[in-house]
């Protein structure tokens, strides 16, 4: 019987969650599972298809049920789409679940997501539609999360070491030295881990300009979902 997922991600659209669950997922050693890609999957077309075809509600109810079965089935690494916090329902299943917020500032989303960008919600107006989006979601991430890891210039890998800092209770993983990035929700800005993560014992090595990098940074060693 499943026990839940390990972690579960959540945050905005651009905020890295698959590169960073997937490179979470190898670092634990487990399976990582996408609700975006089990609807595509399911439904044989892309997200921005049903959007077009069947519009927002019906996509939220495939998201809502999408994310039912990965919480109860899966027991790796598991990201949401970015507005699964939206239905309540979803948010009263991830009560109690290891829920890290991906969080990042419009100037990256621009970088990461780009302005020309196919994503549905995003059509016309990039930077002030993703601003509106934000205003609208922020509450509910931090509602559902047990740890927020702001990515703004920081790799894939340094998120990925942060969320490993704040879930201590993950298997495999040592103890590492605080002030990784993560920050707990309710935490004033400037409380410990909200700095950039220093490379710490058990992290990953990695050849540089090989580590995942987010879409659209300049910073070398820095991709996305």
Do not use: C
Request: no cysteine; charged share 25%.
């Amino acid at each position: 019987m499943s026990t839940g997922p390990l972690i579960v991600l959540v945050g905005p659209m651009g905020s890295g969650k698959s590169t960073v669950g997937r490179l979470l997922a190898e670092r634990l050693g487990v399976a990582y599972r996408d609700t975006d890609a089990d609807i595509v999957a399911a439904q044989g077309r892309e997200i921005s298809d049903i959007f077009v075809d069947e519009g927002e509600e019906y996509f939220r109810a495939l998201e809502r049920e999408a994310v039912r079965e990965a919480v109860a089935q899966h027991t790796g690494v598991l990201a949401l789409g970015g507005g699964a916090v939206l239905d309540a329902g979803t948010r009263a299943l991830l009560a109690g679940q290891p829920v890290a917020y991906l969080s990042m500032g419009v100037d990256e989303a621009v970088r990461r997501v780009g302005l020309g960008t196919a994503r549905p919600l995003l059509a016309v107006n990039p930077r002030r539609q993703w601003r509106e989006l934000m205003e609208a979601r922020s509450a509910l991430y931090t509602e559902v999360a047990r740890v927020i890891v702001a990515t703004d210039d920081k790799t894939p890998g340094e998120v990925a070491a942060a969320i490993l800092d704040a879930l201590p209770h993950l298997p495999g993983v040592a103890p590492r030295t605080p002030g990784s990035g993560a920050q707990r929700p309710g935490d004033a800005p400037g409380t410990p881990g909200s700095g950039a993560h220093a490379p710490a014992a058990g992290d990953v090595a990695r050849t540089p300009g090989k580590e995942p990098q987010f879409p659209g940074s300049t910073t070398p060693g820095k991709e996305d979902k």
